[in-house]
């Protein structure tokens, strides 16, 4: 059960009432710490990832000795103090070199978490690309392909593309400018082979510039910006499914109100159903044409045969 508290003054109840939730949520802020032994590429990789998220992003220079999968407690008072939901915990050992852990809590607790090696061969920071970048606080345009992300079953692949999205996807928006579009993140996995290791997750960042064509529509071109990543998947720890079913609630208010005998179908079109009353279609009136009229003859043999009707029924009734 998640723990309750009861305010003890008005100070303390403003506090609790700024961290209660909210029917809309507030851009996730993301932490970003680094072990006491932390190699020089996991430092630049986390600056590049601070620099992507900005400014929805907090970066601690300071060491700190926390293991995530044995005891994430540190990471849970981290996350409640700096009022972060998302974290990014990056370390190297001889075991696990140049290791990124991202982190999702619920509620101050952790809920899962994703452990990523990062391949120092193809590592490529920001700087190393000499061209202009995306500006801070614009959303990006996300792109995954590989069919270990669309996996129907989960595993670290699936939640890896989760926790992506969730990291990068910045402030919910109704609408957005196609103006504002000048960057896409794209994440790429190959096809899992039996008795070959893991493939690899590839991050891309690419500049959108539209230029000229000649037509109502520019021609779109992309443009590698940096950073480029490699990561290797490591230890996974998934969320309970309790806990899962708690996070993924959403407010009654936020939920779209049905209309009677509206629907909408698989296509996104508005269907809607009339009822109408009983229709006496004895009284419908229709066109009049000359070759639905009934001829004399008809008529003269109709009563012929209404009269031979009407004399067997007075002969029955004699005989009785």
Not at 125 to 147: D, E, I, M, V
Request: glycine share 6%; with cysteine; aromatic share 8%.
């Amino acid at each position: 059960m998640l723990r309750q508290v009861k305010p003890r003054n008005a100070r303390s109840k403003r506090a609790l009432e700024k961290k209660s939730p909210l029917i809309t949520e507030n851009a996730k802020t993301t932490l970003f710490l680094r072990y006491s032994t932390c190699s020089e590429i996991v430092q630049l990789c986390l600056t590049d990832l601070h620099s992507l998220k900005r400014p929805f992003a907090v970066k601690f220079t300071k060491k700190n000795t926390i293991h995530p999968f044995e005891d994430p407690s540190s990471l849970e008072f981290f996350s409640e103090k700096n009022d972060a939901s998302l974290l990014v915990y990056g370390s190297h050992s001889k075991k696990r070199p140049h290791c990124v852990t991202f982190v999702r809590c619920f509620d101050w607790k952790i809920l899962d978490m994703l452990e990523l090696y990062i391949d120092s061969d193809t590592f490529r920071t920001l700087s190393q690309f000499k061209n202009a970048k995306a500006g801070a606080g614009l959303k990006p345009l996300l792109s995954f392909s590989g069919t270990a992300f669309e996996s129907p079953t989960a595993n670290a692949y699936t939640l890896a593309k989760s926790i992506f999205a969730d990291l990068f996807k910045g402030q919910d928006a109704s609408s957005i400018d196609v103006e504002g579009l000048q960057y896409m993140i794209h994440f790429s996995v190959g096809e899992e082979v039996d008795g070959q290791p893991a493939p690899k997750i590839q991050m891309r960042c690419y500049l959108i510039k539209t230029k000229k064509s000649g037509q109502s529509l520019p021609r779109v071109e992309v443009e590698e910006m940096g950073p480029r990543i490699d990561f290797r998947v490591g230890r996974v720890r998934e969320a309970e499914e309790g806990m899962m079913k708690e996070a993924l609630k959403r407010p009654k208010q936020l939920e779209p109100k049905t209309k009677k005998n509206i629907e909408t179908d698989i296509i996104g079109d508005k269907v809607g159903r009339i009822h109408l009353g009983k229709q006496d279609l004895g009284t419908l009136q229709t066109r009049k044409m000359k070759g639905l009229k009934r001829s004399r003859d008809a008529d003269d043999e109709t009563l012929v045969d209404e009269a031979i009707d009407d004399a067997k029924r007075s002969r029955l009734l004699d005989a009785e």
